[in-house]
């Protein structure tokens, strides 16, 4: 359980050589993860497929402990100032929000428009200026009378991402976002992170170097095996880009 040590220097989030391993599993999904997260930083997990990042957003989400309680574990994990020694952190409700890859099983699934589910999502405490400025950040006002459940992949993304702002969690975990997005998507997407980054911390998973990797304060990237085989800024990634082409994708000139 936690232990209510407090974290120095802004740290709102520490992983200290944390292993993981499913119930039934034979080996470890993650392999001694490191991590130290700052209150505002927007940081990238970048890796193939297989590498753990999912399991390392549901990790930090609470969303492992809560369905796989009989996990093993090994390392440390501080949240919020408690200190989780050999298990996962628990859920945070209203304060760490995991958003699924697929933004149509983000939607409640109870609303008849957009405009609805912007009000749901805060439980009915939004404004209506409040909820018209958040529409406008996350360019949804044409869509708020529209029936989420009929609105495209990419529509259904923004309607989610605006409705996690609306929640003000503070961490914010976004498995993949930009998965399907073509260029334009992806710039779109970058805007969105500006608005989210004004009233979360933000970390998010993706198989890519990209432009948004390269807007993140701190990138970690994972192998196959689910360790760590590079860790630093941007700069520090690329200056490293000769050794990790095998491991990840470049998509930058």
Known sequence: MGSGE???GGIILSLEKVSYRYPTGSKNV???ISLNVGHGMLTAVIGPSESGKTTLLQFIAGI????Y???HVTGDS????SRFRGQAPPLHVGKILYMHQEAGIQLSGMSQ?????????????IETPMLYDIANAFSITHLLQRDPMTLSGGEQQRVALAAGYAMGPDILLLDEPALSLDE???GSLLRMFSALH????LLFSSKRYDRLAESADHILVLSTNGSCVASGTPAVILSKRDLLEDIIIFDIP
């Open 6 to 8: 407090p974290l120095g």
């Open 30 to 32: 993650l392999s001694e």
């Open 64 to 67: 492992t402990h809560a369905y």
């Open 69 to 71: 309680p009989f996990s």
């Open 78 to 81: 501080i949240l919020f100032g």
């Open 113 to 125: 428009t957009v405009e609805e589910e912007l009000t749901l999502s805060t439980e009915g405490l």
């Open 184 to 186: 334009n998507g992806v």
């Open 198 to 201: 004004q009233r979360s911390t």
